[in-house]
């Protein structure tokens, strides 16, 4: 079985300041890993992804995101932030042929 | 291609009644998930299907039904609605993953319930 923790349900930050947003995950296979965000009353959009190869991704609006395995993390991270980026953040993995298993989200608020 | 559609965006339902939540795809996605968010539990796994014919069920299947007639459709039903299903429901499609192929989920825009 997989699963997915991401370590806050609420980060704020200041706008232009950097952020990171934790996850980390549990499986016993290979995995793919996601970011997916969500802006208020939509659905979700892929933010990146990591299938193999280079542990660093980059993704759309600015964001990236390492791949560690020793630590089975994926952590988002976003050099300076915008009003814009306020929205939920949800970390999803799967081994393939598998469904998606999510996080709980994190908040992302962004204070001007 | 309008991707994965879902219909209605709204509904509100009274304890006991029955509806069915559709979803349709036009990317030829052998793969459709149904999931509900709930606050502060992230999106849960009530179906899903890996081609027209097979469905299987998730995390939370109970008091769900699916069927996937096509490839295009995967319709959720809820029998006899209950206030516990109050959520957000999302539908999404992937194309089967091979060697060097992405699984990338692409999701509809979510159907809204109330049970009351």
């Known amino acids: 079985a997989q699963s997915v923790t991401q370590l806050d349900s609420q980060v704020p930050v200041f706008e232009e300041a950097p952020v990171e947003l934790r996850c980390n995950y549990s499986s016993s296979v290979s995995v793919y890993l996601f970011w997916y965000v969500q802006y208020p009353n939509q659905g979700l959009q892929l933010l990146l992804k990591y299938l193999s190869g280079s542990t660093l991704v980059k993704g759309i609006n600015g964001f990236e995101a390492e791949f560690n395995k020793s630590q089975t993390s994926f952590h988002l991270r976003k050099p300076s932030v915008h009003i814009s980026d306020t929205a939920e953040y949800f970390c999803a993995v799967n081994s393939g042929n598998t469904p998606l298993v999510f996080g709980k989200g994190t908040r992302l608020s962004v204070i001007a | 291609n309008a991707g994965v559609t879902q219909t209605p965006k709204f509904q509100v339902l009274k304890t006991g009644q029955s509806m069915t939540l559709q979803c349709a795809q036009d990317m030829n996605h052998e793969y459709m998930s149904w999931y509900r968010q709930d606050p502060g539990m992230g999106l849960r796994l009530i179906h899903y299907?890996?081609?027209?014919?097979?469905?299987d069920q998730g995390e939370v299947p109970n008091g769900y039904n699916v069927s996937r007639s096509t490839t295009e459709d995967f319709p959720l039903r809820l029998l006899s609605a209950a206030p516990s299903q109050t959520s957000v429901y999302f539908c999404?499609?992937?194309?089967?993953?091979?060697?060097?192929?992405?699984?990338?989920?692409?999701f509809g825009p979510g159907t809204r319930l109330t049970v009351l």
């Open positions: 999404a499609s992937s194309q089967r993953a091979t060697s060097g192929r992405v699984n990338e989920q692409f």
């Open positions: 299907s890996v081609g027209a014919g097979i469905t």
